[in-house]
Structures are given as structure tokens and as C-alpha cells.
């Protein structure tokens, strides 16, 4: 089976970067699409199609990716990003089935 | 404004069944594929089944393959999750979810979540 693979945990300063990693095998060749969770709450998409924004998503979200990993990068961190963050894909392979990351919970310090 | 009003949730023993239901409104349910997400208590997102726009096709994950079927009927505007041989790892919220587009496996991310119904299969 696929296996997307995210850090547990990221920490970060407000006003400072935070890259979330999502690693799998040969995940660039796939569209990748991200998800923040606040406690409590549904999903809410943040990135789709590796680096389109949708409406209503600050700029300050920004997808990339290449090879095995896909990236999630909040810029100018704020208070209100602490949540969790899960990357997804589509996997087609013997079976077709779409994939979410193991989680990453972002704290912001 | 969209909506996606899951109903259907509940406690089953191990080996029941039960059957989901999700309400859809403010788009137009046929043109999107529809997906079912869950999520145990304290993990992560699970994706658990989806249809296409025309309902001609339908995916399962490995975990609830032979066990669930998705189905929908466009006429009401309503995705279905039938729920069978229940076991206790099944317990979780389930979302009903909106893809951007209206064929898996180009439908994109799910752009739009209800706020999902608990399920708790415990004896």
C-alpha cells in the first residue's frame, strides 16, 4: 500500500516559516493536496493540485512538489495556524484509492 | 452556500449494520464526485470510500473493501454509506466530503466537509 509519511510535530516562532514535509515514493509524480484541522472542526483544504490556493486562503500557504516530498510552507506564522496539517493524494497502482498523510500538529510557540 | 448534513450515526454492536446518509445542498450534487472521510477518536483522516459524479464508479480502501458500499442517488441529492459487518475499529466520525471535480481519480481535493456523524461499534 501507498504510505504518506509527515512529521508527528512541527513548532515555530509567529512571524517565522514552517515547512511540513510529506513524504512518499515518487510523490512528485502525483497531485498532492493539503489540509488544516483545528480541534474540533472539519478539514479545511489549504492547498490543491500541489500549489493552488483556494479562495479565501491567505497567500501566506504555499505548496511545492518534487521527487519524494511534497511541502506545505506557512509564511509569517500566526497564532491562528496552530492546527493539524494532512497531505493526500491519489494512488493508482493495483488498486486506486486516495491516501491521506500520517498528520503533522503544528505548534505555534 | 454549500451544505453536507450527515445523518445516520449511532451506536452498533460488532457484526452490525448501519447506513449513512448525507444531504447535500447549494450546488449541483451531480456534477461533483463524493467521498466518505473518517476519523477515529484522537487520529488522523482515513479515507473511506468515493463515487463519481454519475455514481458509475466507486472506491473503497483496503480496510472497509467487501464490507461498505457508497452509493448515491442524484435525484435526491443524497450520498449513501452502507455500513456492514461492523467492527469495533470502524468507530470514528465520518465526513461526508465534496471533491472539486466530478471524476475520481481528476476530482481534485475535497473542497467542502459536513461536520460528521460518530459512529461507535462497541458491545
Known amino acids: 500500500s501507498y504510505v504518506l509519511t509527515q512529521p508527528p510535530s512541527v513548532s515555530v516562532a509567529p512571524g517565522k516559516t514552517a515547512r511540513i514535509t510529506c513524504g512518499g515514493n515518487?510523490?512528485?509524480?502525483?497531485?498532492v493536496h493539503w489540509y488544516q484541522q483545528k480541534p474540533g472542526q472539519a478539514p479545511v483544504l489549504v492547498i490543491y493540485y500541489d500549489a493552488d490556493r483556494p479562495s479565501g486562503i491567505p497567500e501566506r500557504f504555499s505548496g511545492s512538489n518534487s521527487g519524494n516530498t511534497a511541502t506545505l510552507t506557512i509564511s509569517r506564522v500566526e497564532a491562528g495556524d496552530e492546527a493539524d496539517y494532512y497531505c493526500q493524494v491519489w494512488h493508482s497502482g493495483s488498486d486506486h484509492y486516495y491516501v491521506f498523510g500520517t498528520g503533522t500538529k503544528v505548534t505555534v510557540l | 452556500e454549500v451544505q453536507l448534513l450527515e445523518s445516520g450515526g449511532g451506536l452498533v454492536q460488532p457484526g452490525g449494520s448501519l447506513r449513512l446518509s448525507c444531504a447535500a445542498s447549494g450546488f449541483t450534487f451531480s456534477s461533483y464526485a463524493m467521498s466518505w472521510v473518517r476519523q477515529a477518536p484522537g487520529k488522523g483522516l482515513e479515507w473511506v470510500s468515493g463515487?463519481?459524479?454519475?455514481?458509475?464508479?466507486?472506491y473503497y480502501a483496503d480496510s472497509v473493501k467487501g464490507r461498505f458500499t457508497i452509493s448515491r442517488d442524484n435525484s435526491k441529492n443524497t450520498l449513501y454509506l452502507q455500513m456492514n459487518s461492523l467492527r469495533v475499529e470502524d468507530t470514528a466520525i465520518y465526513y461526508c466530503?465534496?471533491?472539486?471535480?466530478?471524476?475520481?481519480?481528476?476530482?481534485?481535493?475535497?473542497?467542502?466537509w459536513g461536520q460528521g456523524t460518530l459512529v461507535t461499534v462497541s458491545s
Open positions: 463515487v463519481s459524479d454519475y455514481g458509475g464508479r466507486t
Open positions: 466530503a465534496k471533491q472539486q471535480g466530478g471524476v475520481i481519480p481528476a476530482a481534485g481535493g475535497v473542497d467542502y
Open positions: 515518487n510523490i512528485g509524480s502525483k497531485s
